[in-house]
């Protein structure tokens, strides 16, 4: 166990609607990045966020959106779903120290069916 | 931008042989760290090894090691008396070094199946 959290576990929404998914870091972590694993596939970088601020982004439309919490939790938002959408979200956490990143450790993920 | 190829999307071994990865990347970055994770079908992402670029020294974690060469830009992850709990996908990643004004991302490959067959 990493001591990363995600919720929900599963998640089903229809095509169009608006998703909210969270995510706890591990303690003592200051980073938090979100990636998106579809099916057969390895995960895609959406966004990282540090000090409450979005620090890098992949290629991902701004419908894909996030926050980061003073405790360093972090949500990931996701509006006017699309079938595509449909995948597996997995939150990273990890420290940033003396100007580095060190090593991401992974939570269970959500798994998003968009119908 | 960074790529990371794992070219045997399937590989299966014996229970307690022993058996090697293979990836390959790309980069014009000098300072960078290279990770192999592990995903069972439970679906939690795993870290296995980490090895530092500028670590000429190879990684090892109890039965993992791996041979990295940065001239070649090769990074295999060998697993030795392998057992049936390793079963998963594994995954090679690269992430630039140095996170904080850059947001260091990790760069995936696209994958190995390994089936430790008893």
């Known amino acids: 166990e990493t001591g990363v959290t995600q919720s929900p576990t599963h998640l089903i929404k229809t095509r169009g609607q608006q ?13 938090v990045s979100w990636y998106q694993q579809a099916l057969g596939q390895g995960p895609q970088f959406i966004f990282q966020y540090y000090r409450e601020e979005e620090n890098g982004r992949g290629n991902f439309p701004p419908r894909f959106s996030g926050l980061q919490f003073p405790n360093y939790s972090s949500e990931l938002n996701v509006n006017a779903l699309e079938l595509d959408d449909s995948a597996l979200y997995l939150c990273a956490s990890s420290l940033v120290r003396g100007g580095h990143l060190e090593t991401q450790y992974f939570g269970p993920g959500t798994r998003l069916l968009v119908l | 931008a960074q790529t990371v190829t794992q070219s045997q999307p399937e590989m299966s071994v014996q229970e307690a042989e022993t058996v090697t990865l293979s990836c390959t990347y790309d ?3 000098n300072n960078y760290y290279l990770f192999w994770y592990k995903q069972p079908p439970s679906r939690q992402m795993i870290l296995v090894i980490r090895q530092e670029a500028y670590k000429q020294q190879n990684a090892t974690e109890n039965r993992f090691s791996v041979n990295f060469q940065k001239a070649a830009k090769s990074f295999s992850l060998k697993i030795s008396d392998s057992q049936l709990g390793d079963t998963a996908m594994y995954f090679c990643a690269f992430m630039k070094a140095g996170g904080e004004t850059s947001g260091s991302r990790l760069t995936f490959g696209e994958g190995t199946q390994l089936t430790v067959n008893p």
Do not use: D
């Open chain 1, 19 to 31: 998703v909210t998914l969270r995510c706890s870091s591990q303690s003592g972590h200051n980073t």
């Open chain 2, 27 to 29: 980069t014009s970055e």
